[in-house]
């Protein structure tokens, strides 16, 4: 089973950027498909991102144009670029892993502590 660290999320002022990290482990990485998801306080967790095993992405339709997902196989890492942050963005950021961008809801691992982001106006 692939395991996940988030990192990266901090305190930063609306219009600021943050680049968040999905450190993973395990042999078959490269196989899966990645996603950022997060969890707003008396929200559901929502897909922000995917990326697929062959680079392709996906985005919620309130982060398009703002956020960018990567991954680097070669570190067993995923990142999420978010630019032009809002007060919206403000949530607690998990990485998961699945087999296709059209699965994202059912994600293979455990969801741990996540990355939490405050963006404040």
């Known amino acids: 089973q692939v395991q996940l660290v988030e990192s990266g999320g901090g305190l930063v002022q609306a219009g600021g950027s943050l680049r968040l990290s999905c450190a993973a482990s395990g042999r078959t990485f490269s196989r899966y498909t990645m996603g950022w998801f997060r969890q707003a306080p008396g929200e559901e967790r929502e897909l922000v991102a995917a990326i697929s095993a062959s680079g392709g992405s996906t985005y919620a339709d309130s982060v398009k144009g703002r956020f960018t997902i990567s991954r680097d196989n070669a570190k067993n890492t995923v990142y999420l670029e978010m630019n032009s942050l809002k007060p919206d963005d403000t949530a607690v950021y998990y990485c998961?892993?699945?087999?296709?961008?059209?699965?994202?809801?059912?994600?293979?691992?455990?969801w741990g502590q996540g990355t939490p982001v405050t963006v404040s106006s």
């Open positions: 998961n892993y699945a087999l296709s961008i059209t699965t994202m809801h059912r994600v293979f691992g455990s």
